[in-house]
Nanobody, 125 residues
Framework: QVQLVESGGGLVQTGGSLRLSCAASGRTFSIDAMGWFRQGPGKEREFVAAIKWGGGTTFYADSVKGRFTISRDNGKNTMYLQMNSLKPEDTAVYYC??????????????????WGQGTQVTVSS
């Protein structure tokens, strides 16, 4: 089992920045990739960004490319999401997730085995 705990959410104005963290514990050696997903009000959960745990290859949704940066610290078993130039449409609950083995695709939430509890990000206009 892998446990995930997110932190860093909050309220920010348009154009502001936030950094989310996701600390992993437990059987972290089994992780192949980790990702961030979000679910806005009245919307389905959507892919935001992901990172291969070993090589560090990154993937982004088009809506956040150039504004968000995903990174990880293997020594601390922690993943980060630096969010800059935030927009009201970025308002959502952000979830981190861990994937033991990529089967369907790193952007597919069905691929992920473990999920955090979520952290609220609200961007005011």
């Amino acid at each position: 089992q892998v446990q995930l705990v997110e932190s860093g959410g909050g309220l920010v104005q348009t154009g502001g920045s936030l950094r989310l963290s996701c600390a992993a514990s437990g059987r972290t050696f089994s992780i192949d990739a980790m990702g961030w997903f979000r679910q806005g009000p009245g919307k389905e959960r959507e892919f935001v960004a992901a990172i291969k745990w070993g090589g560090g290859t990154t993937f982004y949704a088009d809506s956040v490319k150039g504004r968000f940066t995903i990174s990880r610290d293997n020594g601390k078993n922690t993943m980060y999401l630096q969010m800059n130039s935030l927009k009201p449409e970025d308002t959502a609950v952000y979830y981190c997730a861990a994937d033991r083995y990529i089967r369907l695709g790193i952007r597919r939430d069905q691929d992920y085995d473990y999920w955090g509890q979520g952290t609220q990000v609200t961007v005011s206009s």
